[in-house]
């Protein structure tokens, strides 16, 4: 075992160590999945960036940039950035003012059971997938700490590690290291830009390299307006509601602070996650001949720090990935406890029994996806994708407006399910996220009629 290895697994020991430590206070279900609801605006906000901070955008951007390029279908960080903003300004409020735990929760008041559970399936997919991005990056670092160690083995050992950080502490265990962790993992990307840029002979060198990869990319052909729409829809549309953010805003102490959250965390994430954007188009002078793209944050991270910035910035990486793996494993082990098996009146005891073994079942799940997927943003793409367009619609229609039931919201989920899944997996149509996304709107919009709004749609709503 190197010594870079060595410490990067003690660093991961300490986060495990800690999930123990926290999982003393956790004793409701409230408290596993929503730390208590008693988040300020820092934690809030640095809880947000770190969920949404993790493989796509360190480990995911930088190989694609690295391999294809920067163009109009360059979507990470920015379309996943504007995401945020859109869940602060629009959304953050009235679902935290809803006092939901998950967002079945808000389909069972607004469209009645039967919805909630269709919900819970389709989101649940998603979710698994978005933890198998998580793990796939996570065994990416352990392989570029240890070149002996194969990918498939990191995975594997990934998978195990996240399975029992998110079972030990949930929530709340997140929440006690972002902020330190995400500061640290700033601090280590600036620290890396600056030796790489001192590496390329300054700012104007590295302008010069990145100049060249772009003015490469260049010369292919453009895209159409219809392939950059649903490239940028797909992590706008599809992740703006995501399950993963939403129980973020939903853990803040108050409704200001669940908006603040969103927009400061996706400031940061924007302004942040531009580095990896900029050390993928170097990337290529740097470490020529590099087969795989997504090793290359962890590649310069190993050539470019002093071993101990290097142990730290693997372990913040690290830290974000399990920060991002830990709120996707979760949001299975809330959708199978709370809203498929058992209510909302079994003791709290049996909830946590049931979410933690559902947590562990999730990250077995995901260890297999991300073992035989192609990559990271492979995975998030789908994860994104996969039936988000008729939850969009139902929350939309079904929190600022009055009209639809539970037949109409039936219909938009199984009708944007089934045509993303036919126009993608069956290849019957280019655009199936578009298809979807118009499919379930029409469908809601036309069976509307059909079965009145359960209660109010907006504040407070009693349990």
């Not at 083995?153 to 990934?158: D, L, P, R």
């Not at 740097?286 to 720090?305: I, K, M, N």
């Not at 959708?335 to 562990?360: C, I, Q």
């Not at 009629?449 to 709503?461: D, M, N, Q």
Request: proline share 3%; with cysteine; charged share 10%.
């Amino acid at each position: 075992m190197t010594t870079e290895l060595l410490l990067l697994t003690l660093w991961v020991l300490a986060q495990l160590a800690l999930g123990l430590w926290v999982a003393r206070r956790v004793r409701t279900e409230d408290d596993f999945f929503v730390a208590g609801r008693r988040l300020g605006p820092w934690m809030a906000a640095a809880s947000v960036f770190a969920t949404w901070f993790g493989a796509e955008t360190c480990v995911g951007a930088a190989g694609q940039v690295h391999d294809s390029g920067l163009g109009a279908l360059s979507v990470e960080p920015y379309a996943y950035g504007l995401c945020l903003l859109v869940m602060g300004l629009v959304f953050a409020v009235p679902l935290w003012r809803l006092g939901i735990t998950t967002l079945p929760d808000f389909f069972a008041r607004r469209f009645g059971t039967a919805t909630e559970r269709v919900a819970a399936l389709v989101l649940m997919p998603a979710s698994i997938l978005w933890a198998a991005a998580q793990i796939r990056a996570f065994g990416t670092v352990l392989a570029g700490a240890a070149p002996s160690l194969d990918v498939g083995t990191g995975i594997a050992v990934a998978a195990v590690l996240a399975g029992l950080y998110t079972m030990l502490g949930g929530l709340l265990a997140d929440v006690v290291t972002d902020l330190l962790q995400g500061g640290v993992l700033i601090v280590g990307l600036v620290l890396l830009l600056v030796a790489v840029t001192g590496d390329l002979g300054g700012a104007s060198g590295l302008l010069d390299a990145a100049g060249e990869r772009l003015a490469a990319r260049a010369v292919g052909p453009s895209p159409g307006v219809l392939d950059v729409v649903e490239a940028w829809a797909i992590p706008i549309c599809g992740s703006v509601v995501a399950q993963e953010v939403v129980s973020r805003s939903l853990a803040a102490r108050s409704a200001g602070t669940a908006r603040g959250a969103a927009l400061g965390g996706g400031g940061i994430y924007l302004l942040v996650g531009t580095i990896p954007v900029v050390l993928g188009l170097v990337g290529g002078r740097l470490v020529p001949g590099l087969e795989d793209g997504e090793q290359l944050l962890p590649t310069l991270a190993r050539e470019y720090l002093p071993m101990g910035l290097f142990v730290l910035f693997s372990g913040a990486l690290v830290a974000a990935i399990l920060s991002t793996v830990d709120s996707a494993l979760l949001v299975v082990g809330s959708l199978v406890e709370r809203n498929l098996l058992l209510g909302r009146t079994a003791s709290d005891a049996l909830r946590l029994r049931v979410a933690r073994g559902a947590v562990l079942a999730a990250a077995g799940a995901a260890w297999w996806l991300a073992a035989g997927s192609d990559g990271v943003f492979a995975l998030v793409e789908l994860a994104s994708a996969f039936g988000s367009s008729g939850v969009l619609v139902c929350v939309v229609l079904g929190l600022f407006t009055r009209r639809g039931g539970q037949v109409s919201a039936l219909a938009a989920l199984g009708t944007g399910a089934a045509l993303w899944v036919l126009g993608d997996a069956g290849g019957h149509w280019p655009h199936p996220y578009l298809v979807s996304l118009g499919g379930a709107l029409v469908a809601y919009l036309a069976l509307s009629g059909l079965g009145a709004a359960e209660r109010p749609v907006l504040g407070k709503v009693e349990a």
